[in-house]
């Protein structure tokens, strides 16, 4: 059984480091990851059906379709994209493009130009899509990227139509580039990041070391599989453990507890307005059923501290909020199982990854003193893609800028307070737009809230707020309340009331573009 302990050293690098017996024959490419599993356990469960596919049954497909596209001209680095919703054939086409060539999976929800845009950035030389559907995805492809039917032919296998030559699919390396993704261009231009076998392996590692995870657990999976959350989270570090991926075709609240009853879901990951939402549906008591679960994760936007409380007393099991990024193969810090104390409000120590607060002039510094947060890892990736000017902004002397700001605490537990370019700048004041959200949710008719900075003449800032209410508020009501809790500098001086507040598909708040929405409205 592995066990874990804290590791700080004098520069405030936090890291919790596993120690165990050295595994000589843990996987380092996906290939090596799916033969992990005994071939008669479960790997993959549809709920809609109650299909369930064999973990031999998964390796046969996979190696069908790799070497399918290996017969369609795809070698190690060519790219495949992918424009499909949740199931067994975005798993399986995953699988089989990082085997084969490079996975290079889109939001089957883009518009054509969209498409266009992601396709030739990748230098895509395949698209597989969906029997029906996914137009837009057809249309930018159309004359450019050739286009490949991934088709059910039965209620449990999923081929591709036949090649044109039959060819074997060289087995990958470590190094080779198993996936391709984007960031979210929240703040810029998409930059394209590659993560390699080894990477994706290690993070997968890591993830099933800190959560305890076995060939008994099942993980629902309700995260988009076009994201790194649900592909390195949910799927690979249960396949890597030989347990059960139970994989809806998507997020669907009236059915989420059912699901998670009717198919002994152990734990589920997922962002906080998923969270809100599964919690809302519970009516204030515990669903039936869920004995199985183990804990609930929490990853890729901030958790608000009381729903995580909500969420442990209503549940009975821990929620462990964790953090991630693409260009950490996914997750980097996260709260650890009990009887290791969590903190809820902090995204625990690093996993596998040093993690280091960047200050001024490039100095590390201790323990609850506020900078840049910094990460090294082999998770990490060594450099975007063709991309020398945010390689030069984003690596310093072998640490990787995060673009977070956070503090560690005198345990080694991390607490986000913000992006650095989210940072409201009031007269040189430099404002946490996290914690004015913190207290505007903390007013009882407040449903959600997001912060922000506006332009102004004197200050060069100022802060405003827009709010989603769930009862009957006033402007002058919150404010009012936000000057009780906080320093007037703080406070937000004008309020805009949404009926919803934008986010990414991974349900990241697009606080930049609120900002820049409202900034245009007032001039």
Known sequence: ???????????????????????TKAPSTLLDLLQAAPGTQTAILLPETGTRISYSALREQVKRMADSLAGHGIGHGDRVAMA????????????????????????????????????????????????????????AAEGKVRVVVADMASENEVRIEPPPVSRSAAPPAPEDVA?????????????????????????????AN?????????????????????LVASTLATLLTGGTVVVPSRFNPLSFWRTVRDCGASWYSAVPTIHQLALARTGGRRPEGIERLRFVRSCSAALPVDIGRKMEELYGVPVLEAYGMTEASHQMASNPLPPAPHKLGTVGPGTGVRISILGPGGKHLGPDELG???????????????????NASSFL???????????????????????LKEMINRGGEKIAPLEIDDVLRSHPAVNEAVSFGTPHPTWGEEVAAAVVLSGPATE?????????????FKCPKKIYFV????RTATGKIQRLNVASHFAKAAS
């Open 1 to 23: 059984m592995q066990q874990h302990h804290l590791d700080r050293n004098a520069s405030g690098f936090a890291t919790i480091c596993y120690s165990a017996m050295k595994d």
């Open 397 to 419: 002397e072998g640490w990787f800028r995060t673009g977070d700001q956070g503090v560690l605490d005198a345990d080694g537990f991390l607490r986000l307070t913000g992006r």
């Open 210 to 230: 800190t959560y305890a995870l076995t060939g008994e657990d099942a993980a629902l999976c309700v995260m988009p599989l076009f994201h790194v959350h649900g």
């Open 84 to 139: 499909l919703p949740n199931g067994l054939p975005t798993i399986v086409s995953f699988l089989a493009a990082s085997i084969a060539g490079t996975a290079a999976p889109l939001n089957p929800g883009y518009r054509q130009d969209e498409f266009s845009f992601y396709m030739e950035d990748t230098s895509a030389k395949i698209l597989i899509v969906p029997p029906e559907g996914a137009d837009e995805a057809r249309r």
């Open 179 to 207: 996936l391709v993704l984007h960031t979210s261009g929240s703040t810029g231009r998409p930059k394209r990041v590659p993560l390699m076998h080894l990477n994706l392996s290690i993070s997968a590692r890591n993830v």
């Open 499 to 502: 009926e919803a507040i934008p």
């Open 372 to 390: 840049e947060v910094v990460i090294q890892g082999p998770n990490v990736i060594g450099g975007y893609e063709n991309n020398p000017e945010a």
């Open 476 to 488: 002058a009501d919150l404010l009012a309340h936000c000057r009780e809790r906080m320093a007037d």
